[in-house]
């Protein structure tokens, strides 16, 4: 069961976000970063919105965060992790939609460190 501390959903959230708020919001305008994912009424994935809103929070003070973002950032980790699992068999994976996604929602597989 998640945690409701919200030292350990910050901490949980920066181990699952490994990107920068300009590297996410570079990234977001990417035609690769709008490519993937299910698009909501409005044409945009919910990873996309995602992304959106985890760069706001990675810009946000820790004491700035409410209810609603702590929720987001729980949100973002259980994404992570659960996509990290479904890891394709194919070798070449920098290009592909299962790193995208993940990268839409913050975490680049590919990143050392």
């Known amino acids: 069961m998640a945690s409701d501390d919200p030292d350990t959903i910050r901490r949980e959230f920066g181990e ?3 990107m920068t708020a300009g590297e996410l ?12 994912g299910q698009k909501d009424g ?6 996309h919105a995602s992304g959106r809103r985890i760069v706001e929070l990675l810009r946000k ?13 729980r949100k973002v980790h259980g994404y992570v992790a659960r996509h990290l699992a ?8 920098e290009s592909s939609r299962w790193r995208y996604s993940l990268m839409n929602w ?3 597989p590919l990143k050392k460190g």
């Open 16 to 18: 699952a976000v490994n």
């Open 25 to 36: 919001e570079k990234w977001l305008e990417t035609e690769e970063s709008q490519s993937v």
């Open 42 to 47: 409005d044409g945009e994935s919910t990873g």
């Open 61 to 73: 003070k820790k004491g700035d965060l409410d209810d609603g973002d702590l929720a987001h950032m």
């Open 86 to 93: 479904q890891q394709p068999a194919q070798e070449d994976v």
């Open 106 to 108: 913050g975490h680049d």
